[in-house]
């Protein structure tokens, strides 16, 4: 151990590259250009910190590279006065963008209608960039000095620059094994569970419903308290037939919501059996609309997505929802994208069965959704060759993640003179985008038997994050740009990237209408396009807009 102390003394008393000074300081001042999501200070600070290192690691990297190729070197005279000045020009830098960087940020505040930023903004950006810059040097001194330890003996009885090598690749395998998938994807469980015992000993602060044909009412087989805060609040939040009978002026019914707890069973299928009892205990099957509507990462199912399509089917329509997580969805797509695909399968698998076996002409019109994380799973639950011959009627899948399946397929297939945020598939009858701006394509006929409408807002960092955005600029950023997205937002290889990751988890602190925060018109829009209701008019669409406007929606 005390050559690793003396390797790791060495390293932390070692001078700073005038390299990554400079490169570090030109990572931080692009990571403070505008992205697709307005950042406070403290973000800010983060991302400009990270970046900052990212560069300062960069060329440090590409000089020992220079150094191991044997290439010439400056004199060792200069040395010392190249860093001075180095030092100098990064701080005159860093100190300008951090300045500008507000401004910037106010352009994209601008762009979403955001009231600007207030006037610490630089200061706490600086101190928060400059406490992370420490951390990770730290962290990169000691990745040095577990190099230098582990390559000494090896210098022994290997050349030098084989030693080296290994030496890398060692202590790049010690970093690693720190954070790797495997350690990432147990503690996404462990804070799964963690979350799902806390909400379980959580009170419910609203009464247990008296209506037996509410989930989590005494005549249910699902527990009231069983059923977590989301799916207590998604129970509580449909209208009532009067209601919709006020927006129609035609007679109405209840609508049902069947929504089954992480707590409610042990296994994914036992709460998908659960689910498909609780339907056919409520005769869910005998409405005109059945809706499998997968919630996000936390179980949260969007009250303004369900509450247009209940009122535009007159209140005939029974959806069903099983919770699989009680984490935010951003959180999940870094660690597990795929983390609640077997509970989406299981349910829809079990739910369409039983759909399937009854008479075509006395089963519902069965349609699915999903927000987020959910309409990643809702998608991957399904198999297109499966349902070919007794197929699902549509779906209706919004701010669909980066990692979603299908959407990737249909995009990066679409007419090339449509733009990335709102492309036209090759295959309109089945596939339609649209946002609030456009609705053009869904309110167009020639709707196939299987219809599939995307909603996503051009704004949306959950749905426009790429991983392969670090080294080549997504085509979404092309010209012509999508609306409330900043002019002055430009990609720099690396930075773009982790500007993306940061935005993905703000993108829902925006306004209504922007970034990953859908309004309840837009939902409207797209199911009306799906389900093509009777009766339902322009005026009924006013009222109906108006209506949720007053309930915040």
């Known amino acids: 151990m005390g050559k690793l102390t003396l390797a790791l003394y060495n390293r932390l008393t070692g001078p700073f590259s005038a390299a990554g000074l400079i490169l570090g300081a030109l990572f931080w001042a692009a990571a403070l250009t505008p992205s697709l999501i307005p950042r406070d200070g403290l973000l800010q600070g983060a991302i400009g910190g990270l970046c900052f290192s990212a560069g300062y690691a960069l060329a440090v990297a590409v000089t020992a590279l220079w150094v191991w190729l044997g290439l010439p070197l400056l004199p060792r005279l200069l040395l010392k006065p190249m860093r001075v000045l180095a030092a100098v020009a990064a701080i005159a830098i860093m100190l300008a963008a951090a300045f500008k960087g507000e401004g910037w940020q106010d352009e994209v505040r601008k762009a979403l209608d955001m009231e600007p930023n207030g006037g610490s903004w630089p200061f706490i950006l600086i101190a928060v960039g400059l406490a992370l810059i420490v951390v990770l040097m730290l962290a990169g001194r000691v990745f040095a000095a577990l190099r230098d330890f582990v390559s000494a003996p090896l210098r022994r009885v290997l050349p030098p620059r084989v030693a080296v090598l290994i030496a890398v690749a060692l202590a790049s395998w010690v970093f690693w094994s720190i954070g790797n998938g495997v350690l990432l994807n147990a503690l996404l469980r462990g804070l799964d569970s963690s979350y799902r015992r806390v909400d379980a000993l959580i009170p419910p ?91 996000t990462g936390t179980g949260w199912v969007d009250p303004a997505s369900m509450l247009p399509l209940e009122v535009l089917t007159g209140g005939d329509v029974a959806s069903v929802s099983v919770q699989y997580s009680y984490l935010p969805s951003w959180l999940t797509l870094f660690v597990d994208p795929a983390y609640g695909e077997e509970t989406a399968e299981k349910v829809f698998d079990t739910v369409y069965g039983h759909w399937r076996s009854l008479p075509r002409d006395r089963r519902p019109r069965l349609f699915l959704f999903g927000l987020s994380l959910g309409s990643l799973n809702s ?152 389900i093509q209701p009777d009766g339902i008019g322009e005026p009924e669409m006013q009222k109906l807009d108006r209506w949720m406007e007053e309930k915040g929606l």
């Open 205 to 295: 602060e609203e009464a247990q419903p008296a209506d037996p044909m509410k989930a989590g009412s005494a005549a249910s087989l699902v527990r009231w308290n069983d059923l977590g805060r989301q799916g207590r609040l998604r129970v509580l939040s449909q209208p009532t037939a009067a209601e919709i009978a006020a927006i129609t002026g035609r007679d109405a019914k209840d609508p049902l919501q069947i929504y089954v707890g992480l707590n409610s069973a042990e296994t994914p299928q036992e709460r998908a059996d659960l689910a498909l009892a609780e339907l056919k205990r409520t005769n869910a099957f005998s409405r005109k609309f059945l809706i499998i509507a997968t919630p």
């Open 379 to 530: 998608d991957l639950a399904t198999d297109a060759y499966a349902l070919l011959g007794d197929p699902f009627e549509g779906a209706l899948w919004v701010g669909p993640p980066f990692a979603s399946r299908t959407w990737n397929q249909v995009t990066a297939t679409r007419l090339k003179e449509s733009p990335a945020w709102l492309p036209r598939a090759r295959t309109p009858a089945v596939f339609r985008f649209f946002n609030a701006g456009d609705r053009g394509q869904i309110a167009s006929p020639g709707w196939g038997p299987v219809k599939i409408a995307y909603l996503q807002y051009p704004s949306d960092a959950i749905t426009f994050f790429e991983t392969g955005m670090w080294r080549r600029e997504p085509d979404w950023m092309k010209a012509p740009r999508g609306p409330r997205v900043a002019p002055a937002l430009a990609w720099y290889p690396g930075i773009s990237f982790i500007q993306l990751a940061f935005d993905m988890m703000t993108a829902t602190t925006v306004p209504k209408g922007r970034g990953h925060v859908y309004a309840a018109r837009d939902y409207a829009a797209g199911w009306r396009a799906l």
